[in-house]
């Protein structure tokens, strides 16, 4: 290409079914050696906040990518939150998208996260739950039924009312609190901003699967660090999740969990080199975000907005 392209956040972005396919492609290209997936960068900034920078190569694509992503606290109200991404052939050395990623991050925590459900729960799974109904636990929603079908679905927030499940389905139904929600759901999509437990994850039955992504909060976690030595443990990306991991991080300082004790990850999953979950115990899967779902995703969107130009 001769001049890059931008991409606002009200621009075209790709449907669920594009954006799994291009999640679970980076994935496999990770196993295979053709794609390479560096730790988050943080760079804190003197008067508080920070950026991190996630990094990533598709070598088949012929892309390097990095995301920036601001954390800036405000004296009143919530911390701004931005998130651009650039894509640079790694053939010619030109730019070829800046994107305002925050609603491809959005899409690509989703899709990555169902692809965890397709690879980790159970076949017959059935009952669903989703804690956060801002735009991260909707799209949680709408991803998780591409890959099974719920019959049952159970939302929470602290919030909510029931006009907020207007558009979501009929077999959606607002919970009063967070266990109440996880109590006997097959699939549990944490999706919150939290920094502290939502749910007791000792409460869920053997084999059922519960997920976590990240935010800006500093240690951000959802489920308590001392339990996961009781559950089957996954990751996006084993190396990242025990170093970003606000759970994983507590839990190794103040339980002794070590970056062995996370059974797989995706990649492993895919290529078959990491076991399935036990079936014994709750399985528990975390996502702290990787250049290579970010890569994935604004290289599709790039590609849709070449189709239509």
Known sequence: MSSITILRDDGPAPAEATVQAAVRQAFEQLAAGRAVQPRQVVTDLPDGGDVIAYQAVLADA???????????????GKAVVTAWTLLLSTRTGQPLLLADSARLTTERTAATTALAVDLLARPDAHRLAVIGLGPVGRAH???ARVVRRFTEVRMWSRTATEADLDGLGGDVHLAASADEAADGADVVLLCTSAAAPVVDARRLAPGSL?????????????????????????ADY???????????????????????????????????????????????????????EDAAVALAALQILETSS
């Not at 012929?62 to 009143?76: E, H, I, T």
């Not at 190396?239 to 797989?264: N, S, V, Y």
Request: glycine share 12%; charged share 15%; proline share 9%.
């Open 62 to 76: 012929g892309v390097y990518a990095v995301k920036v992503s601001p954390y800036l606290p405000q004296p009143a």
């Open 141 to 143: 929603l709408r991803h």
């Open 210 to 234: 519960i997920t976590s992504v990240s935010t800006n909060a500093p240690m951000a976690h959802e489920i308590d660090p001392a339990v996961l030595g009781n559950l089957d443990v996954y």
């Open 238 to 292: 084993a190396p990242a999740a025990f170093a970003a991991g606000g759970e994983m991080r507590l839990a190794a300082a103040e339980h002794g969990f070590t970056l062995t004790d996370i059974r797989g990850d995706l990649a492993g999953l895919l290529a078959g080199a990491a076991p399935a979950p036990t079936g014994a115990r709750p399985v528990f899967f975390r996502s702290v975000g990787l250049g290579i």
